[in-house]
């Protein structure tokens, strides 16, 4: 197949673009700034795709690219940035695509769990209506940005990642260090939910949707979900560390003011009933097993 990927030299976009030229696609790039190559094509997510001609028969597109939500704390222009960059971006690259002469067979975005904003104690599914706040907010107006690619003839996959765990990067790799030293500890009561995924599991959600016929929401989540005590716990024991140092939510709220609230001490039972109804495997279900493999011969 011929692919094209935003966002590929980000954690994910990297291993994804590896995975595809290693079963043998095509992969093009879609990178800001000069090409380096042939496998690489200009795009600006503020004005378009210059050359849109060489996005000619493509079979697929991965759209990955978007700020990272836990990159600062969030002020009003922070926040500005992450809508901007995710709507504005899917907007821009949904209207250049909108010149080919065939539309991409597929069209997989990406989105987020925080579609459903803090689901308390209920577990939900793609079912699920959206929350209220900030990251709600974000999300469906993310996924609507690609709803032109349905009228012309795409399928359109929106996949709502939940925390993605790889000591590359991410959440995971900003926790290592200070559970290393035997700092880290539960944060607010613990009990909240966290829906995680490994790397490997989205890179192959990924590959999934752009094979098969899922279109729609679908939430890229381990089966296994866990409360952010059984998580801390875990990756203690992964790590050889005690975690014996919680963090109060009034203390994450001051380091963090309303990142915290939306990302550490919401919660979110969230389950991956596309996938799993079209028959995906996931490679790590449960997250102390998958804290072991990831990090137990490193500690």
């Not at 790039?29 to 496998?39: M, Q, Y």
């Not at 079979?59 to 600062?72: S, T, Y």
């Not at 109060?248 to 009933?273: I, M, N, Q, Y």
Request: charged share 25%.
């Amino acid at each position: 197949m011929k692919i094209a990927i935003t966002g590929s030299t980000g954690m994910v976009g990297s291993h994804l673009v590896e995975a595809l030229r290693a079963r043998g696609d095509q992969v093009l790039r879609l990178v800001r700034g000069a090409p380096r190559g042939s496998e690489e094509v200009r795009w600006e997510p503020e004005s378009g795709i210059p050359d849109v001609a060489a996005l000619e028969e493509l079979d697929g597109v991965v759209h990955l690219a978007g700020e990272n939500i836990a990159a600062r704390r969030w002020s009003d222009a922070q926040k500005e940035r992450i809508r901007k960059s995710r709507t504005r971006g899917t907007t821009v690259l949904v209207n250049s695509l909108s010149k080919l002469r065939k539309p991409p067979r597929a069209f997989v975005s990406a989105s987020a769990i925080g579609f459903y904003g803090d689901t308390g104690d209920r577990k939900v599914d793609e079912t699920a209506p959206a929350g209220s706040g900030f990251l709600p907010e974000v999300c469906r107006a993310w996924e609507d940005a690609s709803k032109p690619m349905e009228a012309q003839g795409s399928r359109v996959a929106h996949l709502r990642f939940g925390v993605i765990l790889s000591p590359e990067g991410g959440a995971l790799k900003k926790m290592l260090l200070p559970f290393k030293m035997g700092l880290g500890g539960v944060v607010g009561s613990g009990k909240q939910g966290m829906s995680w995924v490994s790397l490997r599991d989205v890179v192959a959600a990924l590959t999934f949707a752009l094979d098969r016929d899922l279109a729609g929401p679908v939430n890229v989540v381990a089966p296994g979900a866990c409360s952010n005590h059984h998580f801390t716990k875990a990756l203690g024991r992964a790590l050889g560390r005690p975690t014996i140092l919680p963090m109060p939510a009034f203390a994450a709220k001051l380091a963090f003011g309303e990142l915290a609230e939306d990302l550490l001490l919401a919660s979110a039972w969230v389950r991956p009933a596309v996938l799993e109804g079209a028959g995906f495997r996931f490679q790590d279900r449960e997250v102390g097993p998958a804290l072991q493999r990831m990090l137990g011969s490193d500690s």
